[in-house]
T-cell receptor, first 112, second 115 residues
Framework: DAGITQSPRYKITETGRQVTLMCHQT?????MFWYRQDLGHGLRLIYY???????DKGEVPDGYVVSRSKTENFPLTLESATRSQTSVYFC???????????FGPGTRLTVL | DQQVKQNSPSLSVQEGRISILNCDYT??????FLWYKKYPAEGPTFLIS?????DKNEDGRFTVFLNKSAKHLSLHIVPSQPGDSAVYFC??????????????FGQGTILTVHP
């Protein structure tokens, strides 16, 4: 199906473990984004990518790593998960020359 | 430093009446504003946007008003329907709507529309 998907939808992990959240879009949008949603903060940008092999930090990048070897995929890795990274993570994509972003369904991550 | 603020965490409205959701911003470089709607267990979906060269944009039951001097925007929903019950996020950009990854979101307002 066309669109933007995230996997897994739910993940429980332990402090110190590495976790990778996957994001896949079928629209060939050049831009892709990772946000986290926390109570009282709304959505905060973690990293974004303007094209394959081009990534840049957002507002809250510490503790996260991204890569984008293919236009359609934008994985987010927590190298050593901490409790403060318990959150709902949203991936989004968008075309150049527009601020309209299209969001995936989210991944709820719990770090114990 | 919250550059985009939605000071009302929640709003309750009767079906058929007007819903007004408010958003304030502090960064004078913001020149493009968007509203997103979010249902539980789903990602946000784009609702409506407005450029700083306009003071109003309308799409069906949804109208966004921008007051640049007050750094304030509002979303009006008329008439409100129970299906409008969701979390509404205000977002702002400083790049004129060119998707350079710099959307700044507010905290969100939970709208509940009662039948």
């Amino acid at each position: 199906d066309a669109g933007i998907t995230q996997s897994p939808r739910y993940k429980i992990t332990e402090t110190g473990r590495q976790v990778t959240l996957m994001c896949h879009q079928t629209w060939s949008h050049s831009y892709m984004f990772w946000y986290r949603q926390d109570l009282g903060h709304g959505l905060r940008l973690i990293y974004y990518s303007a094209a394959a092999d081009i990534t840049d930090k957002g507002e809250v990048p510490d503790g996260y790593v991204v890569s984008r070897s293919k236009t359609e995929n934008f994985p987010l890795t927590l190298e050593s998960a901490t409790r403060s990274q318990t959150s709902v993570y949203f991936c989004a994509s968008g075309l150049a020359n527009t601020d309209t972003q299209y969001f995936g369904p989210g991944t709820r991550l719990t770090v114990l | 430093d919250q550059q985009v603020k939605q000071n009302s965490p929640s709003l309750s409205v009767q079906e058929g009446r007007i819903s007004i959701l408010n958003c304030d911003y502090t960064n004078s470089m913001f020149d493009y504003f968007l509203w997103y709607k979010k249902y539980p267990a789903e990602g946000p979906t784009f609702l409506i946007s407005i450029s700083s060269i306009k003071d109003k944009n309308e799409d069906g039951r949804f109208t966004v008003f921008l007051n640049k001097s007050a750094k304030h925007l509002s979303l009006h929903i008329v008439p409100s329907q129970p299906g409008d019950s969701a979390v509404y996020f205000c977002a702002a950009s400083a790049d004129g709507g060119t998707s350079y990854g710099k959307l700044t979101f507010g905290q969100g307002t939970i709208l509940t529309v009662h039948p």
